[in-house]
């Protein structure tokens, strides 16, 4: 098939909105023919099971799909232009990585970059400097319903002690920028939601 020229994406105020682009042939959405909940404890794991038709008529008879609230990451860097990353274990895959911070965004969180600024320091102790909107990426949107949001937070510095939750032992790490695609290459940090943000922060330096 011929390439094809991306439509413009819109914009306002020189800022891409929430809409995405579309293309005449896109396919159509599934009809939800049945839902049934299977499992609610919510914000851990809500499970829940789905008959659906395609636009082709055929029918899938069992769809599974987890819903979960929003999630955020902070890309944090430091006026020394150091990134701030933790390490923790994850008991799915057994092992230590490192990560950007990271967390669920709470029911008590006006919005959600008082979510990641809560995250930052409580993780790490940092905060202040300026924020944006880095990315906004799904696990895996086929099986699950949140969006996970990344902010860039520039200039951060130490503000208080880090008051990390009961169930989180963390260990704060300053890399260099310049460390970081390093770090990324060799496979030191595993979690896709946690590089994909990293790696758009590197393309935006170059």
């Known amino acids: 098939m011929a390439g094809r020229r991306l439509p413009d994406r819109d914009r306002r105020n020189g800022a891409l909105t929430d809409v995405p682009r579309t293309f005449p042939d896109d396919p159509a959405a599934w009809t939800l023919v049945s839902r049934e909940y299977l499992f609610r404890r919510p914000p851990w794991l809500t499970l829940r099971q789905e008959r659906l038709r395609l636009p082709t008529g055929s029918e899938i008879a069992e769809y599974w799909i987890s819903e979960f609230p929003s999630w955020v990451n902070v890309v944090a860097v430091t006026p020394e232009d150091q990134v701030v990353l933790v390490r923790q274990y994850r008991p799915g895959i057994g092992d ?111």
């Open 96 to 206: 230590v990585h490192f990560e950007v911070p990271a967390g669920v965004v709470d029911a008590a969180d006006t919005d959600l970059e008082t979510a990641a600024r809560r995250e930052l320091g409580e993780e790490t102790g940092y905060g202040g400097g300026r924020w944006s909107l880095l990315t906004k990426l799904s696990a895996n949107p086929a099986l699950q319903t949140n969006i996970c949001y990344t902010y860039l937070a520039e200039g951060v510095t130490p503000v208080a002690a880090a008051t990390p939750e009961a169930t989180e032992d963390l260990r704060v790490h300053l890399v260099p920028v310049d460390d970081v695609p390093r770090l990324l290459d060799d496979g030191e940090m595993i979690q896709a939601l946690h590089a994909a943000p990293l790696l758009r922060y590197l393309l935006r330096r170059r």
